[in-house]
């Protein structure tokens, strides 16, 4: 099952949608609580519910077209995660480059990658993310900034995988390369994480590890950059990731986890304004940010109520 | 003028009150809506009204013993700050202390230390503070864990300095000693955070810097550990800490900001369950957390609404 | 099925449960989000589940005690009606009863007896409703007041029937005897209403007018009333009266219509401070309220969040 | 001082505003959590606060144009009132024309005119409340219905007068007139009611018994009736029916009393779909509503949150 989130067309209000092809089916004019998936995901759990046949009986009457909403700007982050954390150092290729940027020798990046612990870090807040679409905005002052393609897992308050969707954590390689301890400031801003399109709902089905990542960057229409990688090459089991980050770690339902990123673009590469970043899991859809300047302090409306 | 947050003790409602020797006058019986520091100090400056006259209004009626809502363990921290942010590396004392630690040569501390950018780092959420009396939790993966006994300020969303409170760190030191990257997990765990016991509010007269922090740790009924320190070694003015924040971050109202520790313990101590840390500074009091170990998963019920 | 709403013996949080036998089942701790029949009944209908195999499901686990709970005064309203309408004059036994209070010749009750449109009035926000086991208030101001006990259906938005409790329809005889223009203050005041103890939900094997209402009141040991009439006594269906009660007026989920009183003690009755009124309907329990006189104003705590 | 509420022009967010002549200044601006004059209230009562420089102070900066929000339909009602009461029968006026309506012979109108207690009934809650310029709607199954204009009081929990506004208590004389029982389905229902345009607060200054109510009625371009009525004529002191209201009746804050009506169109009229009802007290503005036909359900967006 694959869900997304979006503000209705008509009234503006928030919904949450079963995307089947083009068609998205409103769940929230069925049940009018269910506007994220976590409460739903609960209920069907609780209630041993088949998947398939909720889905069947959600995905009747009136639809919308998913490609409108996505090119109408309407989508929303697939869940509203209370918290977005993230993993370091998960694949060879991040080890690697968080060598080069790094000005230490006996470099914590190799150690990390080798040892027992995975490196954990927060990332944002539901104010800080942003929808399927919409700007990353660049640090004021880095000079050295990339997009990490990255799976990310939505989970349950007990560790639980609800469903996989896409992140892009957008970081600062010289803020962090300057010192490992500013690793917060490197990756904590205002518009620094955009997750989507949509949540493709954990299920016996879904193999996530036969998924592959691509992502492409376009500058003035020309594509600047180009990579991907198989979810193979991740380093560390995901139950191993989610493991480590609730040992003594309360989370909230809906808490999102992105896995550490595989693709890193060469060295001499940093975004600009008016770059367009899209990354591709194709079981999931792709997530298409353009990348602009910090301007005005922007936080995203439906956050706390 | 000084504030608490207590839970009422005949319906455990949640009230601000103003702290006027042993007596508390509720600022919630008198406005409703008030039972957080943040939208009163929101109302007077919009009012430009005199904090004294404000003061005297308020200080009537009613009053609660402050001594019996401590002693029975009423308090709630004085802000219910949606984020609580930390700084690292502030005195020369902590620099030392993080070198020992530290299994690295370069040390990634020395050079934080005389950096124009400080170190700062997300530290908890609403949901992570553990109140004024109420224990903090050892993490169970750690054999070494300190108080970090910290002056924090509590600021608005423009960076104003709303009021000074005190915040115990709770910190592992092998985590974090292990290898830097690890910062997030070695602070941010459950009931690893608390602040209080009341809110001095920002005004002309106080100057933090004239202030000296005391902490004490007893075991068994002795006092294992007594250290103080005075505001005027900290590195860094509050305001580079702010601003620094800021950069590029929209934060909430009511977000308190930490500012690096002063007082280590001896490298060779470490927290044990049944310890009682008291962190004392003169002019907003004292606050006393007992130590214990991670049992159930606890989340404070007032946090999210 | 049959649930109640009680508050959890152990933090005092609002569960909805699944009572059968003596056992109470808590919904809410396998679907937080239902803490009220209304959005499970909304996700129920939206998913064609079937209500017995939803309820094996649900019925697992620890159980509490329902005799227990009632006599720890920990239930709750049946379900948190934002809207509390009622019927006048829908048995006959009512419109004698309301010919002997009234001052007017031509009676306005004879009329609406034998009328095509039914009388329906205002009766109660969820904010003047009292708990099954909580006290009832007398008017100050009447000297003639009695208990209403009506069969009362929760509906939806749609005016579909979601389930039935028992209502009692706190009223002043000589308020409304004086002139029926004075009937919203005979009706509308502070805990002047009660529903309960528990909502049996609609289906198809579920006949209320197959039941019997009985009414006790009890004063200082002695039964000083006992009344009861069949259902079969009610001169309107109830598709009539929730249709009126919708015409080109919106109301909102768990909306509860009371369908009129068709017991009614002698003419020199009425309560006093310390009667005991118990209205039983089989198939929902026991409704049982103290009666007392008015006091302090008595706001229900969980009433508007 | 005089406040309206209204939708920002830019992002439709709620906000409070004191008017001064054609300028609007936001308070919510300025204060956060006054998206409503009832905290506002609160807060300035509390701190002995004068209203002359609580509105100089808060007057500054931006302003919009009361013109524009009135003219783009951006006003909602002056006050999130949770619930709307009307009083029956104050003006002479009104006795007449009840007793016209009526098919009985001994009149409960005349009798509650000179009665000690007056009429009250429960006229709306905040979801049938329709803003200033927006459509009252016509009963589908009445065929004569009318505006009733009427001072209408804002009033606390305690019953203090907070301030004043104009209200429209749409009616259906024929169902009030076939049976006085049917009065709640003669004046609930949707879009039964208006408040504004704006609220005038209480001041020792405002003398509203020196206002006068004025009526205008149009219809394809013509005026097809003018009336007015001085507030002098009302019978009954505002204490008194406010006072009447909290008899053993909790309210809460911001609840508004309408005052009964002075000026009733003769027996012919009736309101049709198309018609434009203007309500003008002088010192408060001009209440304009168009009245059309029952259509849809329409809910109040920002009524309940």
């Known amino acids: 099952m694959k869900t997304i989130r979006y503000m209705h067309p008509v009234d503006g209000s928030v919904h949450l949608g079963i995307v089947v ?9 069925k049940v009018a609580s269910w506007t994220d998936p976590v409460p739903m995901w609960q209920t069907l759990r609780a209630l041993h519910l088949d998947m398939r046949s909720v889905e069947e009986r959600l995905c009747v009457g009136d639809s919308l077209s998913y490609r409108n909403l996505t090119s109408e700007g309407r989508l929303l982050p697939p869940v509203l995660a209370p918290e977005v954390w993230a993993s370091g150092v998960t ?13 230490l020798q006996d ?18 807040t ?19 900034m990339v997009p990490e393609p990255e799976l990310s897992v939505v989970i349950s308050s007990h560790g639980d995988i609800i469903g996989y969707t896409i992140g892009n954590d957008l970081s600062s390689r ?22 989507g399109p949509a949540l493709v709902w954990c299920d016996p089905t879904v193999d996530p590890l036969a998924w592959e990542i691509e992502m492409r960057i376009e500058r003035a229409g020309d594509t600047v950059f180009l990579g991907n990688v198989a979810l193979t090459q991740l380093r560390r089991p995901l139950s191993e ?26 060295d001499e590469f940093t975004l600009q304004p008016g770059d367009v970043v899209a990354i591709e899991i194709q079981a999931i859809g792709q997530l298409v940010n353009p990348i602009s300047a910090q301007g005005t302090r922007t936080v995203a409306m439906e956050a706390k109520v």
């Open 21 to 29: 092809g083009d068609d998205v089916y409103s769940v929230t004019d």
């Open 174 to 195: 010289d803020i962090e390369g300057e010192n490992p301890l500013y690793l917060p400031q490197a990756k904590i801003f205002a518009a620094s994480c955009s997750l």
């Open 107 to 124: 470099s914590v990046y190799d150690r990390v990658y080798t040892a027992t612990r995975p490196e954990l870090f927060f990332k944002a």
């Open 126 to 144: 539901a104010e800080r993310l942003v929808p399927p679409g919409q700007s990353l905005k660049l640090r004021s002052d880095s000079a050295w």
């Open 91 to 103: 694949y060879e290729r991040s080890r690697v480059a968080r060598n080069a940027e790094t000005q």
């Open 241 to 266: 990731l989610v493991s480590y980050l609730l040992r003594d770690n309360p989370i909230l339902d809906g808490t999102t986890l992105m896995t550490g990123t595989g693709i890193v673009p060469p």
